[in-house]
C-alpha cells in the first residue's frame, strides 16, 4: 500500500486516498493527450528521474547508467532531472518530429501528467494548466476513482 503525506498529497488510509482538501474533480474530468509536445518544451521546468528509471532509459538507449547520468541527468533538490537544452525543451524532445524521443520508458511524471497533486489541488490549478494543454478539458472521462489511483501513484508530493 501506497502511504505519503505532504501538504499537496493525501494520505491513504485503509485503501483510499485521504487528500488535505476536498477533491473539486469528483465529478471527473476529461483529458486525452493530442501529441502537440508543448509540456515538453519551451520553458524551465524539472522531470524527476527515479534509480530505476534512469536505469531503464540508460538501457533503452545501450548506455551504462553512469555515462547516461553524465550526458543526460542534472542534480536539483537532491533528486535526478533530465537536463534541458539551452531553449529550455527537455533533452529528450525531438524537435523534427515533435516527438518524446523515450516515450515508451518515459518517466512516471510524464506518465501521470497532468493528473498532479500539484495541479489537482484547485480548480484555479487546472484551469490555469488547461490553457497551456489542449488535451485538457476535451477527450476520455476520467473518474475520480481513476484520479484519486493516479493521485496515489505520483512519486513525489510536490509533483
Ligand atoms: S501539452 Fe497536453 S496535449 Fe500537448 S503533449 Fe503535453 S499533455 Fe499532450
Known amino acids: 500500500m501506497i502511504s505519503r503525506s505532504g501538504p499537496l498529497f493525501g494520505v491513504e488510509k485503509g485503501g483510499a486516498l485521504e487528500l488535505p482538501y476536498e477533491p473539486w474533480w469528483q465529478e471527473g474530468l476529461f483529458f486525452s493527450c493530442i501529441g502537440c509536445g508543448r509540456c515538453c518544451r519551451g520553458e524551465p521546468g524539472s522531470v524527476w ?30 533528486r535526478m532531472s533530465l537536463r534541458e537544452r ?13 516527438r518524446c524521443g523515450i516515450y515508451s520508458v518515459r518517466p512516471l511524471q510524464c506518465r501521470l501528467f497532468p493528473f498532479w497533486p500539484s495541479i489537482l489541488r484547485t480548480r484555479r490549478g487546472w484551469v490555469e494548466r488547461s490553457s497551456e494543454c489542449p488535451g485538457m478539458d476535451r477527450g476520455r472521462f476520467w473518474s ?3 484520479i484519486a489511483a493516479l493521485l496515489a501513484k505520483s512519486p ?3 509533483l
Open 86 to 98: 539551452p531553449n529550455w525543451d527537455c533533452v529528450m524532445y525531438q524537435g523534427e518530429s515533435a
Open 156 to 158: 513525489f508530493p510536490d
Open 144 to 146: 475520480a476513482d481513476e
Open 49 to 78: 528521474l527515479s534509480p530505476g528509471e534512469l536505469e531503464a532509459i540508460a538501457e533503452y538507449f545501450g548506455m551504462e547508467s553512469e555515462a547516461f547520468r553524465k550526458g543526460f541527468v542534472v542534480e536539483r533538490r537532491g
